[in-house]
């Protein structure tokens, strides 16, 4: 389906691909990448769409999962699985984001991320690099 989106919105379908890409939904935004690519548009246009949709979808996630710690930490706390995991993503939380670009692993730990309150810099920092640098990687840029 988001290949679909990108064939008939272009740029706008990329961008939408990318960004449900970053949720917990099943899609792929490389494949909608290369799609893009492949159908002629431009590396720079298509690199653009595809990161701002992605790194604002990781800053979604991020906000879920901070607010998920404030609405919610109370009863996470109160369990000991809930207590193991907060204390996980409190120790854990900033290294785990150097493998947040990995397919199906990395938008999980975006969340995390935000649950265990990592600084919000440090998270821009890190996903957006990686993320940026993932899709220079399939374009070609480097």
Do not use: Q
Request: with cysteine; aromatic share 12%; net charge positive.
């Amino acid at each position: 389906m988001p290949e679909t989106w990108v064939i008939d919105y272009g740029v706008a379908g990329l961008f939408l691909a990318a960004f449900l890409a970053a949720t917990i939904l099943p899609f792929s935004s490389e494949a909608a990448l290369v799609l893009a690519l492949g159908t002629g548009m431009d590396k720079a246009t298509a690199l653009m769409a595809a990161s701002t949709g992605n790194c604002l979808a990781c800053l979604l996630n991020y906000g879920i999962g901070y607010f998920i710690r404030d609405k919610a930490g109370h009863r996470l706390a109160a369990s000991r699985s809930g207590r193991k995991a907060l204390e996980w993503t409190e120790k854990f939380g900033l290294p785990s984001l150097l493998i947040s670009w990995a397919p199906v692993i990395g938008d999980p730990l975006t969340i995390a991320a935000g649950v265990g309150k990592v600084n919000l810099l440090w998270f821009v920092l890190i996903v957006f690099t990686l993320r940026i640098g993932r899709y220079m990687l399939i374009a070609g840029f480097f």
